[in-house]
């Protein structure tokens, strides 16, 4: 099962986030919310295994996320 670690304010951030948690070996899927079509402008959810959200949330507090 997929859970929620974090809410990303921007795309940009999103990925970012993405890539630090990919490179500690933890999956990671990136779901937008909100009404903008294109994406540019929505919150993001990011979402780990829930075997793995321990790990995350250490990895987005060690990054200063």
């Not at 859970?3 to 990671?28: D, H, P």
């Not at 402008?41 to 507090?61: G, K, M, T």
């Amino acid at each position: 099962m997929w859970t929620v670690v974090y809410m990303a304010q921007s795309k940009e951030m999103a990925f970012k986030l993405q890539q630090e948690l990919e490179k500690q070996g933890i999956l990671v899927k990136i779901k937008p919310i909100g009404k903008d079509a294109n994406g540019e402008d929505n919150c993001f959810e990011i979402l780990v295994p829930a075997a793995e959200v321990e790990e995350a949330h250490n990895v987005i507090i060690d990054i200063g996320f």
